[in-house]
């Protein structure tokens, strides 16, 4: 049987981020590639922040994965030639963010606005009655909120 690029994306979608295990890699961008040749498969990869912690455990599980399912030479690169940004994470990985408590992040055109900080929709009960309690959350890439209607605290996955 011929590996697929399409088949070795299948198989990464198993590959959770270790910070939102409900968020594959593939949903939140982080895969920016698929190089196959006879015996060998490339996956490029690109971090969500420059310093991110969980990069190297990401990298190990997608080879991790990918050895599981009978590749034997498996490729997994850390590069910045693909800079990620939140408008990266798909369709799919915004609803399973706000399935999990995470308001996800805005798409945005060109630049981030800093309305889209303050002005978050609850990812609990939909209002918009929501504030900025702080900009830094537990991680680099998430914000504290608080809901006026529901009176939940949220966390937001920043647009960046």
């Known amino acids: 049987m011929k590996i697929t690029e399409k088949q070795i994306l299948e198989w990464l979608e198993e590959v959770k981020d270790p910070e939102i295990p409900v968020l594959s890699l593939i949903?939140?961008?982080?895969?920016?590639?698929?190089?196959?040749?006879d015996h060998r498969v490339k996956v490029n990869m690109t971090p969500t922040f420059s310093g991110c912690p969980a990069m190297d455990y990401m990298r190990n599980d997608v080879i991790r994965v990918l050895k599981e399912k009978g590749i034997e030479e498996v490729e997994a690169s850390v590069s910045f030639e693909t800079q990620w940004n939140s408008n990266m994470i798909s369709e799919k990985g915004k609803k399973a963010l706000k399935?999990?408590?995470l308001a996800p992040p805005q798409t945005y055109e060109v630049i981030v606005d800093i309305n889209m900080l303050t002005h978050v929709k609850c990812p609990f009960c939909d209002s918009e009655n929501t504030e900025l309690k702080s900009p830094f959350g537990p991680t680099l890439c998430r914000s504290l909120h608080y809901c006026n209607n529901c009176l939940q605290a949220f966390e937001q996955f920043k647009p960046l």
């Open 27 to 37: 949903d939140l961008g982080v895969i920016t590639g698929v190089e196959l040749d």
């Open 99 to 101: 399935e999990f408590g």
